[in-house]
């Protein structure tokens, strides 16, 4: 609800003048006058007060009105970050469970990596004896090799000797 603006004219009327007035009604008519005229100044004080007081409640309703809005448009925001707080939460739990499930598994490979590292070196140890062992078995063969030979010579020698000995025999008998 809100008042009529009042104009000077408005004012007017209400406390109306007359100029039919008599010498004694005259002092009393000019101090109804002016507190008429102060009764106007003050209605119209308060009408600009009240007028003031109506704006600047419209301005704190709409200020009101805003930060209700701000108010949901935050919650609403809250709302989505708390959701993506706990889809992030899921997230770096599976993640810090695959780092562990990852961890162990190259716990695991690192352990297979260092028996087949050691497995590696004593395969290339024994391949070295090996090659060592068949460096020395070429020579036991060539030595017996030799060795056969010069049995075989001694055999055709003894025999030669044994058949000249028979042969020297015979001829002296």
């Known amino acids: 609800s809100s008042l009529l603006p009042l104009t ?12 039919r007035r008599g010498s004694g009604e005259t002092s009393i008519a000019v101090d109804n006058e002016a507190s008429i005229r102060e009764i106007k100044d003050a209605l119209v004080e308060v009408g600009e007060k009240y007028r003031k007081a109506m704006v600047s409640n419209a301005q704190l309703d709409n ?8 108010v949901d448009t935050l919650k609403d925001s809250l709302t989505e970050l708390e959701e993506l707080l706990a889809e992030s939460r899921r997230e770096y739990e599976e993640k810090a469970k695959d780092h562990e499930r990852e961890k162990h598994a190259h716990s695991i490979l690192q352990f297979q990596f260092n028996v087949m590292k050691e497995t590696l070196k004593l395969s290339e140890e ?4 090996i090659r060592q062992l068949r460096l020395k078995q070429d020579g036991f063969i060539r030595e ?3 060795l056969q030979e010069t049995v ?7 025999r030669v000797v044994l058949i000249v000995v028979l042969v020297l025999r015979r001829q002296r008998r």
């Open 8 to 19: 000077a004219s408005t004012l007017t009327s209400l406390g109306g003048t007359s100029s």
């Open 63 to 70: 200020e009101k009105n805003n930060l209700m809005y701000q």
């Open 126 to 129: 024994l391949l070295n004896d």
């Open 144 to 146: 017996i090799s030799d």
């Open 152 to 158: 075989e010579w001694k055999d055709k020698k003894d």
